[in-house]
């Protein structure tokens, strides 16, 4: 597939574009991500194909949004839970037209109604999609929820629960793609609607590495059977894909930590390098600059967390940090990183 920008690692399913942190203080780096989409071309490489509206299970409807393309494969992920007269929606899509006809067709021809609309965070590609719901059912104004809830919207908190004939969610807190981010647990099925902290293909964008690692150890220990992503295919083994995500984010971190303590060694107490060192070093410096201006952000993701947590810091020399590592023990014998593994990056 086409990921977010497989960092410094193995092939990453969904990670080639860069991931670039995009948050609302940082929506010029979100845009900064699509020029770099546009860079990398959008061919939807071997994906699979996905159903406009497909019955995921008897209580989980699955709608796409409308929006394919190489930041959200095939689109969004819309949900629709429950089999009775009302049902719960996760998520809104972009705003397609397309979208909102399908959801108009379906509750007509189905004969439910949408009673509350679930947010799993604030991106555009979630939410956009939330003034055509609330065109077609006015009665919704006051049934929108999400974290951190823009004017007019409800609040969700953690562990709060969501109740419709033949569905029961439970709201998970997993900030780290966003720092609202939401998860939903199906309590019928074992089942986690995943947003874009795990994708169907692939990894994700990160705003905030140290969130995001205790937010996939929290999915880990809840021990859910299938994942429904926010974007790509449903996920059959989601504890193995959590697993392959952990142990993936873990890889890049040791590549890091390796290079710096190899610095360090051939030049004592002094040895340290810059984010656009590490880079360079990891990843080559003959790299287009369109690339490596995005992969700097990725890196400083991975070298903060390592210094929340002690394993590395910095020295600032002409307003600049230069890295180094705490560890002296060298891991120069970790595999090097083909720039091949850039071509496969999703949101």
């Not at 439970?170 to 981010?181: E, K, L």
């Not at 890889?251 to 060192?277: H, I, N, P, Q």
């Amino acid at each position: 597939g086409f990921a977010l920008f497989y960092f410094l690692s193995l092939p990453l399913i969904f990670f080639t574009l860069p991931r670039i942190k995009y948050s609302d203080t940082n929506m010029n780096e979100y845009g900064n991500v699509l020029a770099f989409a546009n860079y990398m071309g959008a061919p939807n490489r071997s994906l699979p194909e996905l159903q406009e509206v497909e019955s995921l299970s008897p209580r989980v409807l699955r709608v796409l949004g409308g929006n394919p393309g190489v930041m959200h494969l095939q689109g969004t992920n819309t949900y629709i839970l429950g089999d009775g007269p009302q049902r719960l929606l996760i998520d809104s899509g972009q705003g397609c037209i397309s979208w909102s006809k399908l959801i108009a067709s379906l509750t007509r021809q189905h004969s439910f109604n949408i009673c509350k609309v679930l947010l799993t965070h604030w991106h555009l590609d979630h939410t956009g999609g939330v003034p055509d719901i609330l065109r077609m059912n006015p009665q919704l104004k006051e049934s929108i929820y999400k974290n951190n809830p823009d004017s007019n919207q409800q609040p969700i908190h953690d562990g709060q629960v969501f109740k419709v004939e033949g569905a029961t969610v439970r709201a998970v807190f997993t900030p780290g793609h966003s720092n609202d981010h939401m998860c939903f647990f199906l309590e019928e099925e074992n089942a986690l609607f995943t947003g874009d902290t795990i994708l169907g293909h692939g990894t994700t964008v990160v705003e905030d590495l140290w969130e995001y690692m205790h937010s996939l150890l929290k999915m880990q220990k809840m021990m859910s059977r299938v994942g429904y992503p926010g974007h790509g295919a449903s996920i059959p083994n989601l504890q193995l894909k959590l697993q392959q995500e952990i142990q993936q984010r873990k890889r890049r971190e040791r590549k890091v930590l390796g290079l710096l303590e190899t610095v360090g060694s051939r030049k004592g107490e002094k040895g340290s390098a810059t984010e656009t060192e590490i880079v360079a070093a990891i990843f080559g410096a003959k790299l287009p600059t369109t690339v490596l201006d995005h992969l700097r952000p990725q890196m400083r993701e991975i070298l903060m967390k390592m210094a929340r947590e002690k394993r590395m810091g910095f020295r600032l020399r002409g307003g600049e940090k230069h890295w180094f590592a705490y560890s002296t023990t060298s891991t120069s014998t970790l595999p090097s990183v083909s720039t091949e593994s850039f071509n496969s990056a999703q949101i």
